[in-house]
């Protein structure tokens, strides 16, 4: 029997994002190791022979250590034929993902990755597109929490692009993203939080980044959520102005 694993992406929530090639392996698996992000709605999709283990990690709270996940994919791959880590968003998109490739590769195990939709592409279902000609002349992906508890040293920077920021797991440095951009002079920036992007009970709030954690609070932010800051934010309410004014002029 071949060892093989495959390291799917269920996308940020909603059933229907899920790609179809997602949706064959989780349908075919005989094994499914799922995370806390995962909609549980997917877990239907696999046959009742499926063995559906739970692994996740809840943000800042219980989880179940790398290195037991990281067991039990040896342990799952050395008796069936068919098994899936299935992990919300892109696995390859500050979602461990390849910390698992190597576990498995080091291990004689063939893996197949199966890209799943970012949450930060889900921000266009709130109407934020990442890049707008004229507008965005890119995008920054950051982390708000690396392994060591700090935020990436790369906000430092784009702070000063005309780029759009997306920032993950970054619910617990809205002071500190607030504060860096202050102190650039860019606290007036247009900035939104976007909690559970796609799914029913989807949240966001718009502000100015100096008024991120005030908003947050107000609103009840939590987890899970991204940070879209940038022009891009306030795009549509633009545009909807600049539409208006033509047609007075009509």
Known sequence: MVKSLKIVGSGPGDLE?????AY????NAEILLYDNLVNEEMLHIASKECQKVYVGKHPYGKYMPQD???TLIAYYCERFSS???LKGGDPYIFGRGFEEWFVAKGLDIDVEYIPGISSMQGAGLSDIPLTHRGVSEGIWVLTGMKKNGDIAADLSLAVHSNSTVVIYMGMRKLAEIARIY???GKGGKPAAIIQQVSRAAEKKVVCKVKDLVKVSQEARMSH????????????QCNLSSLLQQERNIV
């Open 24 to 27: 064959k392996a989780i349908k």
């Open 68 to 70: 037991d996940i990281n």
């Open 83 to 85: 098994v899936v880590r």
């Open 224 to 235: 899970p959520a991204i940070i879209v800051i940038g022009e891009v934010v306030d795009l």
């Open 17 to 21: 994002l899920l790609t179809i090639k």
């Open 182 to 184: 202050s102190m650039h």
